[in-house]
Structure formats: C-alpha cells, structure tokens
C-alpha cells in the first residue's frame, strides 16, 4: 500500500470511499483489484487532467456576473479513462449579445480580434465609450474588467462610474471606484473629480441622505500620508458643492477650513463662488417664521460682508482673478436685504466691473435731494449716516428676548484700485448675468431712470447682448414704472426668437397699469398685434388684460379720435370697446378651432388641463358679452354707438350668448359622465 501514498488525490479518494461505507464497497467487489500499475495510471491522468482544467478556467469571462470570476471546478477523478476528456465549458464572447459556447482551451481566440483594443488604453476606452452610449454597461465593465489583467486602462474605468453617476447610481459607482483600486489600477485625478462632482448632482439630502458622509470619506481619505494622491482645489470645489446641495453648512465651512492661505490648494474664485450660494440657500430653506427669516438673512449678508472684504484684499493683492460669477453672487446674497444692502449691489458692480453708478449711494446728500422719500420737512430726522465703521453691527432684541443683527451699510463696496494686469483687464467682464442682476436690484427699489442708463450703457459701451430673462426682468421695471411707450420700443426691438407668452403678459400688463395715459390703449393695441403676428396661439392672459384696457382706458386715443368736439363722449368710448372686440374676433376664431378640432391642453401653452382651459375660454367670452352690453345699453337711445350698427352687434352678442350655453352644456355632459362612469365602478 505505499505506493497508493504518491497519489493525493487517489489517498483523498480512498479514505472517503472507506468511511463512505457498504454501498461503495459493494461497487468496488465488482471492479477490477487495485494494483500499482492501476495507481500509476490513474496518477497520471488525474494530474493532466486538474493542469488542463485550471489552465482553461484562467481564460474564462461570465457574462452574469459583474466582476471576471475564475471558477474553479475541481472535476472528480475517475479510474476509467477518457471521463475527463468530455468535460465542456461556456464562455461570453467579445461584443454585446454574443454567446459562444467553446471548449475548453479555447476561449483566448475570442479577444484576438480585439487584441489591439485590450493593449492600447486609448482604444479601449473608446470601444467602453461605445458600448456605453448604446447603456451596454454589462458588456463595457466586463471587457474592462479582462482588460485589467495587463493594461493600465483608468480612462476606462473613469467612464464607467461617469455612466452610473450619469444614471443616478451613486452607491454603484463608489462600488466601481473600489473595485479599481482592487484590480490594481489607481485612481487619477479626474477619477476623484468625476466622483465629486456625480455625488453633488445627486446629493439632495432628502433623497440620499449617505451621499455627503461617502463624499467626505473619500476626500479626507486624500489627506492621508501613505494617500497616493493629494486633493487639489478643483476636488475641494467639488466637495464643496456637495455640501451645499446638502445644506450642511457646518460640514461646508470645515472643509473651506483647512484651505492654505496659498499654494495651488488656496481657495480660489469658484471656491467663494460655491461658498456664496450655499449661504445664500441656506438662508431661504425651509418653513420657518417671519422673524427666524429675517435674522438668517442678516447673519448671511453680514457673514458675506466678511468674506467679501477678504476676497478684495486677495484680488488687490493678485492672489485671485474674480469672475461676474463671483460678483453676482455677492450682489444676490445682498438682494435679501434691506433697501440699504440692496443699494450696496451698485457698488459692488462699480468696485468688480468698473460700471459707474449713474445715481448717488444711499445715505449721502446728493442722494437726499432726488430720493422721494426725503423730499418732506422731516427729512432731517429721518436722515441715514454718509459713513460708518466697517464692522459696525447693530444688536438689537426681538420679541422673543433674543439677538438679531440689524447689518449697517459697510464699506467694503468702496472703490478701490485693482491690481495691475498685462495683456487684459483687471476687472470682472460685464455680461447677461451682471445685467439680471441690475434689473433684480432696481426693480427691488423701483427706479426706472437708472435702469435705462444701465441698459444703454451695459448694450452699447460693454457689448453685451441681452437675452429673453435680461428683456423681460426690464419689462417688468416698465411695468411698475407704468410706462407703456417704452414697453412698445422695447417689444419691438427684442428679437422674434425671444417673444414668449411671459413676454406680452408683462408688456399688455403695463399698458394696463397705464391705463390714465391717453396713449395706453394704443399702446396695447400695439402689444396685442405684435402678439398675434408673433405667437401660434393666442395666450388667454393677454386677451383678458387687452378687454380689461378697453373698457377702462380714457377715450382721447390715436386709435379712436373724436370726429368732433360736439360729439358725445360716450360714443367715442364705444368706439373704442367695439374696435377691442373687433381686434380680439381672429383670436376668438383661433380658439374656436382649438376647442373643436386641437387638443386644449396643449393649446394653452402651459401646464394647463382641457376642462380648465375651456373654463377660461368661458370666462373670457362672457367679458365680450359684457363688453357688448355697455356698448348696447338697454335700448337703442342708450347705447353708445350709432344705430346703423346696433343690429349687427346685437347679433354678435347673440352668437356668443349661444356658443358660451353650448360650451357649459357639454362641459355639464362630461362632468355628469364622469361621475356616472365613477359611481358604476
């Protein structure tokens, strides 16, 4: 029996066949005896057999799986010959949706075809590309998987966990990102900026509140000594932006915290960027009261102050370049202030962008002179401080006997020498931004005159062309300016592409709230052909603001004159309602055939269901009905307009009398079906 000892795996065998008991005793009375030759053979066999098999299993791919498991099948040794031969193996070949079954040995030749991709980093990361925009994530993640055997492929592995972040998939992608570094392949940098900057599009805390801990684990396991890489300002930034979606202030500031003063790791201006909005965020989250609202704004803008006054020792200094996306985000955290920081906003502009203010700052005497509010015997009294220390903060006790900080204008808006600059300009470029901004901050004071000076500076000295929210935000300071003639000059000015339905809702509306102006109704006459000739549909708002014009507007207008002085005013008025109603016929028409033959819903333009859009069609034909009995009085000798055309508007009223029964009947018939259909279920 010695020689049986030579053998493991047959030694193996033979023990267990020994403590297995009679059943494989009785099979073995019925073979052939044991012998050394018959160990010698079998030892042979077995050996061949295990190399053959192990060698084919390093080479096999599973497709189910997402990692490339080398299954280790340990086939039994049988004494009859041959058995080992017959064993077969499945394998996944290159390419989506391709299954090849091989046998064994013969699963390498299904990569020489790709052979070249699986050795040049490049084109491997461009077949995972491919595979990725068709989403075949399987197929993209098993051949870079293989492909990390012998190549370095990172860029590979980089797309991967962009495609999960891309699809929402962040514990997926930090998955992936350990993976790599399994497999031998350390991250880069741009492996940890696609981390962060994937983790902050998907880090609302309501939704994924563990976002933000795996961010900051990640980033503080940079910081570590045997880390093979160090965070860089672009990775702080990203962070940072975690945070802020987060709305974890406390978690943000530690960050912004261990910043160095200098170096290539120094905060620079997306990093204050970042930090702006966030406080700014932070200050109008939540459901809370009047007064905690108003103390978290100032304890923001005053904190801002802070950090502002830092930034410009910076900039003075050449330490950092500032952007108008910095600048507008200090000028945004001041537009929740009072009128004071608000007036700061021009300032500020002047101070970054070299803009000059076209009125004097809050607080000093020229500015006393055109202010409204000063120009009463009081004005002494209620006169504001010209300066005030920087850091002059004054406390004062709600109702509640806490603190609230009542922030003073400051002086770090003041103007100052920017550091000198070869080649380009030291200041923030002017751009739309910096124009939104400047309508924000004087629609908040409601100063028209300013707004002009800036448009005309801002359009012609800066080059800056505006866009529809620049056109519109100065539509709404003619609006509350009422002035309707400049509206009309700036609709007609504004590019087609940019006239939306928002945009005529804010002109018609300051024609409306000009309606003391003889002009208006002209005016809005205008507003009104601009729109038809300019929108596929009519908007509802505008008709309703164009009727509303009409019957309230004074008569003296371009659009109906008096043919007379002895003529009787109540005719003139009626003819201005009638040449209203005329103009509104082709849009009536429009939406006739909407109702009949479109879909309402989309018709309307807007998020806006068919029973509601039809409910506002009602209501404004019955403002046409209305509008046709004032014109129409009670009789003939009371209406104001002549008798010739009395019958023709007595028929108009009639139709659209008849329509409106119509509309409310089937309306009433989908309402009755509706509930019947609800009560049968």
């Not at 192990?54 to 498991?69: A, C, N, T």
């Not at 006790?397 to 922030?407: E, P, Q, Y």
Request: net charge positive.
């Amino acid at each position: 029996m010695p020689a049986m000892y030579t053998c493991t795996s047959c030694t193996r065998r033979i023990f267990k066949d020994f403590i297995a008991g009679s059943l494989l005793f009785q099979s073995r009375q019925s073979s052939e005896p044991i012998t050394r030759c018959t160990l010698r053979n079998n030892r042979d066999y077995s050996t061949a057999a295990a190399t053959a098999i192990r060698r084919d299993e390093d080479y096999q791919v599973s497709e189910s799986s997402s990692s490339l498991p080398q299954q280790r099948s340990h086939q039994g040794h049988n004494h009859r010959p041959g058995r080992g031969r017959d064993v077969k193996k499945s394998s996944t070949a290159f390419g989506p949706g391709k299954q090849v079954t091989r046998r064994p040995g013969s699963f390498a030749p299904l990569y020489q075809n790709q052979a070249a991709s699986l050795k040049d980093p490049l084109k491997l990361a461009e077949a995972v590309r491919e595979y990725l925009r068709g989403d075949n994530y399987d197929e993209a993640r098993t051949l870079v998987e293989f492909a990390s055997k012998t190549t370095a492929c990172i860029v590979s592995w980089n797309h991967l966990i962009d495609w999960q972040l891309s699809k929402g998939k962040v514990n997926a992608a930090i998955k992936t990102y350990n993976q790599m570094k399994k497999r031998g392949q350390i991250p880069d940098a741009h492996t940890y900026t696609i981390l962060f900057r994937g983790m902050a599009n998907h880090s609302d805390e309501a939704k994924n509140p563990t976002v933000l801990a795996k961010a900051l684990s990640i980033y503080h396991s940079m910081a570590a000594d045997n880390a093979p890489l160090k965070a860089n300002i672009i990775h702080t930034n990203a962070v940072l932006k975690v945070c802020a979606r987060a709305q974890d202030m406390d978690a943000l500031f530690g960050v912004a915290a261990k910043l160095p003063a200098k170096g290539f790791r120094a905060a620079n201006n997306l990093t204050f960027t970042t930090i702006l909005n966030a406080v700014r965020q932070h200050a109008l989250r939540g459901q809370i009261s009047p007064e905690t609202a108003s103390r978290n704004r100032a304890k923001a803008i005053h904190d801002s102050r802070r950090m502002w006054d830092d930034i410009v020792t910076q900039w003075r200094s050449g330490d950092i370049w500032i952007d108008e996306e910095l600048v507008c985000s200090m000028g945004r955290v001041l537009l929740l202030g009072e009128r004071r920081d608000v007036d700061d906003v021009f300032s500020l502009l002047e101070q970054a962008m070299g803009i000059p203010r076209p009125f004097p700052r809050l607080g000093t005497e020229a500015r006393d002179k055109i202010e409204p509010s000063r120009q009463t015997p009081h004005s002494a009294m209620l006169k504001e401080p010209e300066t005030v220390d920087s850091d002059k903060v004054i406390v004062s006790r709600d109702a509640n006997g806490g603190n609230s900080l009542a922030i003073t204008s400051q002086d770090e808006f003041k103007t100052v020498k920017p550091p000198s600059s070869k080649g380009q300009s030291a200041y923030a470029k002017v751009g739309r931004n910096a124009l939104s901004l400047i309508c924000e901050a004087l629609l908040s004071l409601r100063m028209k005159a300013p707004m002009t000076a800036y448009w005309k500076l801002l359009t012609t000295t800066y080059g800056v062309k505006p866009d529809g929210q620049n056109y519109n935000g100065y539509l709404r300071i003619l609006r509350v300016a009422r002035a309707s003639a400049e509206t009309v000059a700036v609709l007609h000015s504004m590019p087609r592409s940019m006239l939306e339905r928002k945009t005529f809702r804010i002109a018609m509306a300051a024609c409306e709230r000009d309606k003391n102006n003889p002009s208006a109704f002209a005016n809005g006459n205008k507003v009104l052909e601009l729109m038809q000739s300019t929108l596929a549909d009519p908007d509802l708002i505008v008709l309703h603001s164009f009727l509303d014009l009409a019957c309230s507007a004074p008569v003296h207008s371009p659009v109906t004159p008096l043919r007379a002085q002895h003529e009787d005013p109540r005719f003139a008025s009626g003819q201005q309602i009638k040449h209203a109603l005329d103009r509104l016929g082709p849009s009536i028409i429009h939406i006739k055939a909407a109702l009949a033959y479109g879909d309402p819903s989309s018709f309307a333009g807007e998020k806006m269901t068919a029973a509601s859009y039809r409910q506002s069609v009602i209501l404004l034909l019955r403002k046409m009905i209305s509008a046709y009995d004032k014109l129409l009085g009670q009789n003939m000798h009371q209406s104001k307009v002549s008798p010739s055309e009395y019958t023709e508007l007595t028929n108009r009223r009639s139709q659209f009398a008849a329509y409106v029964t119509r509309l409310r009947e089937k309306e009433l018939a989908v309402q009755g079906g509706g509930k019947t259909r609800a009560s049968s279920t």
